[in-house]
């Protein structure tokens, strides 16, 4: 990996929020960095990893990644670990127990919340954790705050004693912005101190935390109320002030930059006296939050009239084209309804890419989905579920496919008595959540045939490594996991486990076939790589022969985006019935050359690019 060097301290850069918290990280000295990719927050790591004297890893999961920041923090040394906001939920076990232990080297945990669910399953707020969990949570509102708070988190976790959540949104994460960066300090490792009284939570020893944590909640309190991170922005027009925090601060200000702002930097414990004292000088206090109306809640509770969610959306970004006309409404001013933009786009669903191994493994399931119960997992393969193959009949979180599939046996009804049942999981989910699950079908002797879609890759957020790749983050060889065997170490028998080519589409078809009606846990594993990795290398590209093709369509089932209709038509059957055609080309510069179209062209018009001699176009496709 390119190193990011010393060079360009006390310089202004242009970083994304990512970049920012990677920088603001290393400089403050942190010697050990740990995370689980998941979009918005996969660049933090993989930026860190590119500085210097630190030693940045990606875990198998979020809880893993927690747990390596708090044993590098027991032994003295400034550590650091980030996930996104359902990565948390993984976390929790680690972290609930941990805030009340405490941190000897500073911790903290950077969480990247996807405020309108651009890339996740859900919308949680991690603000909550602070209250939850107890801990202090810094929120900044671009890159140049990123980069001082990932800083100023470390001091503040090593002076209290406590996890520091550094909370950004996809909106800080990935917009860049000026920077003007420092210089590295280094923290050596203070060593282990032994203090099992403390460390080992155990019944007795958590009794005891309780008190201290709860003097600690009440010194975190006083130091949001002097906290520079949390300031008055005075402004002339009086008649609404508003209490926010991270990018809608941004919006906010352009929408009203004449409005008087209390801007929060520490969003968690709440400055709660000087908010008092601030609502005293406006009409009326608003609080703009994203999500959840957590500030306005406590405010109110703290006996501090306030609006909130009555004037401003639950959902999604309070961007200044939503938050402006909702307040101009509430000040009983008149909103000029403006249209939406129309997108000058072409409208393209989500779908995976020219020439992906899940392909021909979607392709077969939405042969079989009649006969069977499709489980799905998060990741690439979570997009079986749309056009073409709607293949997959549940998907709920990450990991979570085979414990559901175990019960979906378990639970099944007469309607369901004939019906195979198949769970469906990536290499990485695999490892990261889903060993459990596989754990548990054997178990209880599941009727469930697992299909583990191994591409080499994290896919999803962009190819990255994991133990089952063969590679580390740093690029270097490090040992690497056979599915196989795992598989059989948890108790699945040897001929029970398959290992398919999904570009041989015939064989993983009759495989699917023989393994759904075996009344026994079994486990398929596929071993075609990502096409966008590395060792992904390309095949000699397909073409269409334009006049042997019949418009039969059966082509565009697979789902490859290559795939193009170039005309349609209705043509009569030979009964009179109306059948609709559609003729197609293939984009040869994307084609990989798997060859799956081609195993379902009867008429045999889908030829290698570089065998055709004659027909039209053939030359513009060389």
Not at 62 to 84: N, P, Q, T
Not at 103 to 118: H, Q
Not at 257 to 265: I, N, S, T, Y
Not at 547 to 564: F, Y
Request: charged letters at 20%.
């Amino acid at each position: 990996m390119k190193r990011l060097a010393e060079a360009g301290e006390n310089r202004p850069q242009l970083l994304s929020g990512n970049d920012a918290v990677a920088r603001g990280v290393w400089e403050a000295g942190a010697r050990v960095a740990a995370a689980y990719p998941g979009t918005p927050s996969t660049e933090i790591l993989e930026s860190l990893a590119r500085y210097p004297g630190i030693r940045a890893n990606w875990a198998v999961n979020e809880k893993v990644s927690l747990e390596i920041a708090i044993g590098a923090s027991l032994a003295g040394s400034r550590a650091f670990s980030a996930m996104k906001h359902v990565g948390v939920n993984v976390a929790s076990d680690a972290l609930m127990s941990q805030t009340l232990a405490g941190v000897a080297g500073g911790l903290v945990i950077a969480v990247a919340d996807d405020v309108g669910l651009s890339s996740s399953q859900n919308e949680q707020d991690s603000r909550y954790w602070g209250r939850f969990a107890h801990l202090p949570i810094l929120e900044p509102c671009d890159s140049q705050e990123a980069y001082e708070m990932a800083k100023a988190a470390f001091d503040l976790s090593e002076r209290f004693q406590v996890p520091v959540l550094l909370r950004v949104t996809t909106r800080v994460s990935h917009v860049k912005s000026v920077v003007t960066v420092g210089e590295r300090i280094e923290h050596a490792a203070k060593g282990f101190e032994k203090n099992p009284a403390r460390w080992v939570l155990v019944p007795a020893v958590a009794k005891r935390r309780l008190g201290d944590q709860a003097v600690r909640d009440r010194q975190l309190a006083a130091y949001a109320e002097t906290c520079d991170f949390n300031r008055v922005e005075a402004g002339a027009d009086r008649r609404v002030g508003f209490v926010t925090s991270g990018p809608a601060y941004l919006h906010l200000r352009e929408a009203f930059p004449d409005a008087p702002v209390f801007k929060l930097g520490l969003g968690y414990p709440l400055p709660i006296e000087r908010i008092r004292a601030f609502a005293a000088t406006v009409d009326a206090l608003i609080v703009a939050e994203e999500t959840e109306p957590l500030i306005e809640k406590e405010l109110r509770a703290a006996g501090i009239a306030a609006h909130g969610k009555d004037i401003l959306p639950a959902t999604d970004e309070l961007t200044p084209n939503v938050v402006g006309p909702a307040v101009r409404r509430f000040l009983g001013e008149a909103v000029e309804t403006v249209a939406p933009l129309k997108a000058d786009v072409f409208p393209r669903p989500p779908t995976m890419c020219v020439g992906c191994p899940h392909l021909a493994v979607y392709y077969c399931l939405s042969r079989l989905k009649k006969q069977v119960n499709i489980a799905g997992d998060i990741g690439c393969y979570t997009l079986g579920a749309g056009h073409p193959w709607n293949a997959l009949d549940t998907c709920t979180c990450m990991g979570g496919s085979m414990g559901m599939a175990l019960g979906m046996d378990l639970g099944r009804g007469e309607t369901d008595k004939d019906r195979g049942i198949v769970a469906v999981i990536g290499d990485s989910t695999f490892l990261h959540m889903g060993m459990p699950g596989l754990l548990n079908i054997v178990y209880e002797g599941g009727n469930v045939t697992v299909l583990i879609l191994d591409n080499r890759a994290t896919g999803m957020t962009g190819g990255q490594e994991h133990p089952g790749t063969g590679h580390n983050l740093r690029g270097d060889a490090a040992p690497r996991v056979d599915f196989g065997k795992l598989v059989e170490a948890f108790g699945v028998k040897p001929e029970r486990i398959r290992r398919v080519d999904p570009a041989e589409m015939p064989v993983l078809f009759k495989t699917l076939k023989e393994e759904i009606a075996t009344p026994e846990p079994s486990v398929i594993i596929t071993n075609r790589p990502c096409t966008l990795i590395d060792c992904f290398c390309k095949d000699t590209p397909f073409r269409v022969v334009e006049e042997d093709c019949t418009g039969c369509s059966n082509c565009l089932n697979v789902g490859c985006p290559a795939i193009q209709v170039i005309r349609t038509g209705v043509e009569k059957s030979g009964k009179g019935k109306d059948i609709e055609r559609k003729w197609v080309k293939i984009d040869t510069a994307a084609c990989t050359g798997c060859g799956l179209c081609q195993s379902t062209c009867g008429p045999g018009a889908i030829v290698r690019a570089g065998n055709v001699v004659a027909g039209p176009g053939a030359g513009a496709a060389r």
